[in-house]
């Protein structure tokens, strides 16, 4: 069992930033962050691997920057130049775990002036 804990959402101005937290119950290899606006499905944002290894979806390529401190099994995401597109609520994701993936709650996120 892997319980996720995310802090860090909120609502902010267009072009503005915030860091989302997720702490995790125990060491995972890959952890990650989707998305999910109302009335679309949940989608990839970034994922990181235990080594550092990285992926973005292309929509947040260059403004959003996920990392991880490996000692505290957490996993951020730095999310700069928001836009009103990427609101959403954000769920941290880590796995799999045997043949399971775990979720967190989610936090929302709202780019609204």
């Known amino acids: 069992q892997v319980q996720l804990v995310e802090s860090g959402g909120g609502l902010v101005q267009p072009g503005g930033s915030l860091r989302l937290s997720c702490v995790a119950s125990?060491?995972?290899?890959?952890m990650g962050w989707y998305r999910q606006a109302p009335g679309k499905q949940r989608e990839l944002v970034a994922i990181?691997?235990?080594?550092?290894?990285?992926n973005y979806a292309d929509s947040v390529k260059g403004r959003f920057t996920i990392s991880r401190d490996n000692a505290k099994n957490t996993v951020y995401l730095q999310m700069n130049s928001l836009k009103p597109e990427d609101t959403a609520v954000y769920y941290c994701?880590?796995?799999?775990?045997?043949?399971?993936?775990?979720w967190g709650q989610g936090t929302q996120v709202t780019v609204s002036s």
């Open positions: 125990r060491t995972v290899n890959a």
């Open positions: 990181i691997n235990s080594i550092g290894t990285t």
């Open positions: 994701n880590a796995g799999p775990v045997g043949l399971k993936l775990y």
